[in-house]
């Protein structure tokens, strides 16, 4: 195999990802769209992911790859897949979510097509792609990349990044800018907290 596979990375500490933890994917849109992974959409409803990237890059048909990247993989990690070349190639399906719940992986995001969608839904692993496709990878063990820089659509993604991701999308930060923003998150959600309750509390009193 001619691959390129560097150790793991985190950049951010336990407790910052903890905290975004409470934080939705629409509270960091209505800052902006910097890190917003375009067209990635979630595989099922009720869909919440918080956790360090390990970026994957994937040659379809060849799929080899992923057995590398779940090896270096840890509990709380997520999975970001580049897929290059063809998009309708599922490079991602139930036995290697299996083996990403034996990891305690905390989700998959792949910038191309699954396969196996009853079962991934059965699972419960969180999982955003692009499209879902019968046609898949397989074990040819020609080239792949683990922990190396990937590009999914206009949003570069580095190993250590954080990735969010829930039924409205998925964002990618680095480390610098999710600790620049997490005061200003906070505060927000903690406003749009209070303006619930009492939104509800009215909606409540008008019945």
């Not at 992974?37 to 379809?60: A, H, Q």
Request: with cysteine; proline share 5%.
């Amino acid at each position: 195999m001619s691959d390129q596979i560097s150790p793991r990375q985190q950049n951010l500490s336990p407790e910052l990802i903890a905290q975004y933890r409470t934080i939705p994917s629409s509270t960091l849109g209505h800052f902006s769209d910097r890190g917003f992974l375009r067209g990635i959409k979630p595989l099922f409803n009720d869909i919440r992911m918080v956790g360090n990237v390990v970026t994957v890059k994937v040659f379809p048909p060849d799929g080899s790859i992923l057995r590398e990247a779940l090896l270096l993989s840890q509990p709380g990690d997520v999975l970001v897949i580049e897929c290059v070349g063809d998009a309708e190639c599922g490079c991602w399906g139930e036995l290697r979510t299996l083996a990403g719940l034996i990891k305690g992986l905390a989700g998959v995001v792949v910038s191309g097509a699954v396969t196996d969608v009853s079962a991934l839904r059965l699972h419960g692993l969180p999982v955003f792609c692009r499209n879902v496709s019968s046609f898949t990878t397989r074990g040819i063990g020609a080239q792949g990349e683990v922990n190396q820089p990937i590009q999914i659509g206009e949003v570069r993604v580095q190993p250590g990044d954080l990735a969010i991701g829930d039924d409205d999308g998925v964002f990618i930060l680095d480390a610098g800018r999710a600790a620049e923003l997490l005061p200003e998150l906070l505060i927000k959600e903690q406003s749009d907290q209070r303006r619930r309750t009492e939104f509800l509390q009215r909606l409540t009193q008008n019945l």
